[in-house]
């Protein structure tokens, strides 16, 4: 029997990088002390911080509400919510809202949901028709711009100060080699784990950005978290499938790669200027989120698609609140 390299207690994990085995009080709690490690690494928070989670009901994301509800308890100026997009894809989000109901009642945290029809004026089923249509075989890069400017434009809709992103240590290490693959550097450099403060962005903040996916599974397995399993219908192969597969093959191999590739990508991120694509913003002309150019992406892609935004007043959200 493995016991437990901190309180001597049968392990159930060992982390293959660090040779530690765990219990599963010992690994909850070093997940959320490495969390918090994070957050002050990075000064993602302050004391009195209003904190939006990008709750999607995944595994990552209603992990973070657990922890995130966990460190708030000892910062009482501190809100937390929760933002859920619909992007509206028949027969595969009301499950996720559920489960971010679930979760959100259990912790007392609220929840806004809003959805692309609300906000953009299309469901996603209806966006991927017209990509369909256009021969574009690429719904997830529509939808990637939309749901990147749907939470920026909900969080501001909720008054917070700070989006919190669930985003994992693979996801942000696939993110990066993926910037350098296409030679984008600004797609580097905005890979951070915390933006910088940019007029019309809510800053966007990633405290488990250190922690493995692996390891983010465990945790929800430990707590008995009940999270959506079901992937996005429109889910397609990629370049990121690929430098995925590229990348965990290495950590088999050589545990803790994963890491060193993140150290070394994140000090080439701290050399690199500013992020210039941010610097400069422009409110765009049709429904003033920030844009680089007269029109945000979000619009360029609606167009693109020949599909019709709504106007710009702020979009409603439901707002759901555990009973007291
Ligand atoms: Fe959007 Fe693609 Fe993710 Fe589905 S898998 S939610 S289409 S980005
Ligand atoms: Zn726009």
Redesign the pocket.
Known sequence: MRICSSCGREAVYQRPYSGVSLCRRCFSQSIEQQTRHTIARFTMFRPDDHIALAL?GGKDSVSLLHVLHAIEDAFPRSTLSAILID?G?EGYRAEAKAIAQENCARLNVPLHVYSFPTIFGSS?DEI?EAATARGSLS??S???VL?RQALNVAAKAVGASKLALAHNLNDEVQSMVLSLLRGDLAGLARTHPVLEVVEGFVQRVKPFCRIPEREIAFYAHVAGVRFQRT??????SSMRSDVRRFINGLEDQHAGITFSIAKTLNKIQGALPAVEALKGMRHCQRCGEPAAGMTCRACQALDELGLTRLSRKPPSGARYRAPT
Do not use: I, N, Q, T
Request: hydrophobic residues 25%; aromatic residues 12%; glycine residues 6%.
């Open positions: 999607s992007e894809v996603l991927a719904v997830c529509y939808c990637g749901r992937p996005c219908p429109y889910r397609e």
